[in-house]
């Protein structure tokens, strides 16, 4: 019994610290100001095989290997002499001497326009270390990508190629989320928001034929995990391959949990919420519900700020081509009617009744 009891303790322990890992480390790994040389000096994970490191090679049709060709390129981006001149135009607009750092990675962010039409992404497995490196490196390669995105439309007027860099990273997102770890899906929906609004920024310089195939693309992209997929692929990796009668029975409960909460995924985030605290409240015996139930929800709430900003994008190429009329053919997917539409000089902002991190969320539509 008491050995019983000690393999229930670990593996109780062990779920426990992959979503508090989660909530942890998601803050750190994914934001938008890049950190500096400490974070990036450990290499990237790589395959025994050789990897792609050019745009025209094609030996393989694995989109991960050609990402992580291009975090390996990046990396001497954030040591010196290069990074001061990087970070400086996270904020600062770009100089004459944009033009040579950007030729000297550009090769990235060809990568990731070559991984974007690639049929598979087989992320190569990874340890707890070198997980951490690899959404790094992910992250490292969203912000690269997006900052040349605006260097090619700004400085080489170039808004095609900007818009395939921006697709380039929504199809890095999904495939992020082919990982079935809660913190590469609060990673993917991160890269998502992100690329989502330098579209939305691009969006005036594009030509009307470019527009209209902006929703199709957006519904095009490849299919990341579920988060029922999510949460059972982490309690399948917690369970281990022999549990124990005590910790089959917990993980077997806690997995229909899961199941039982799926439908739920499609509510609001306050029905789900809702949803989460009704099905969980009948597993008092269960201490991991009570644990991850915040998770859950915070999750939720960040996959409806995604939807909404989608809906936005949608709604915004409308505008562009049709005339303000699409306002009023708009749906609000968390109101009961179009979104809010507010026009500037050179730009317009549309506004969702959401509420995100206490504030309605706004798109930004031109402005650059």
Not at 7 to 29: C, D, M
Not at 109 to 123: F, S, T, V
Not at 183 to 212: C, D, F, W, Y
Not at 251 to 280: L, R
Request: aromatic share 8%.
């Amino acid at each position: 019994m008491n050995q019983t009891r000690a393999r229930l303790a670990i593996w109780t322990a062990g779920l426990l610290l992959a979503v508090l890992l989660a909530a942890y480390l998601v803050p750190k790994i994914w934001r938008n100001v890049l950190p500096g040389a400490a974070d990036t000096d450990a290499p990237l994970p790589s395959r025994e095989a050789e990897i792609p490191r050019s745009p025209a090679t094609t030996a393989s049709s694995n989109a991960a290997d050609s990402y992580l060709a291009a975090m390996q390129i990046l990396q001497p981006i954030h040591q010196p002499p290069d990074v001061d001149q990087y970070l400086r135009y996270e904020t600062k607009p770009f100089d004459d001497q944009a033009s040579q750092l950007f030729a000297k990675y550009e090769q990235a962010a060809g990568l990731a326009r070559l991984a974007k039409d690639l049929p598979a992404c087989d992320w190569p497995e990874q340890s707890n270390e070198t997980f951490g490196r690899l959404l790094n490196g992910n992250r490292m390669l969203t912000n690269f990508t997006l900052m040349h995105a605006r260097f090619v439309h700004q400085k080489q007027h170039n808004p095609t190629l900007a818009m395939e860099e921006i697709f380039s990273v929504l199809t890095l997102g999904r495939r992020v989320g082919t990982m079935p770890r809660l913190t590469t899906k609060l990673v993917e929906v991160g890269i998502e928001t992100q690329a989502g609004n330098a579209l939305a920024r691009l969006m005036p310089s594009l030509s009307p034929e470019q527009l209209k195939t902006i929703p199709d693309r957006l519904n095009g992209l490849p299919q990341s995990l579920t988060p029922t997929e999510v949460f059972l692929g982490e309690l399948n990796g917690a369970s281990g391959n022999n549990p124990g009668l005590m910790q089959k029975s917990l993980s077997d409960s806690t997995g229909q949990f899961y199941k039982d909460i799926e439908p739920a995924w499609q509510q609001s985030p306050d029905e789900f919420a809702k949803t989460v605290d009704s099905v969980g409240g009948k597993l008092i015996l269960n201490p991991m519900i009570k644990t991850i139930s915040p998770s859950m929800k915070s999750l939720r709430n960040n996959l409806a700020a995604e939807q909404a900003t989608f809906a936005m994008l949608v709604t915004a190429a409308g505008i562009l081509v049709r005339g303000d009329s699409a306002v009023a053919e708009s749906r609000d997917p968390f109101g009961d009617g179009p979104f809010k539409y507010e026009k500037y000089p050179g730009s317009f902002n549309l506004t969702s009744k959401f509420q995100y991190k206490g504030k309605p969320l706004v798109l930004i539509v031109g402005g650059e």
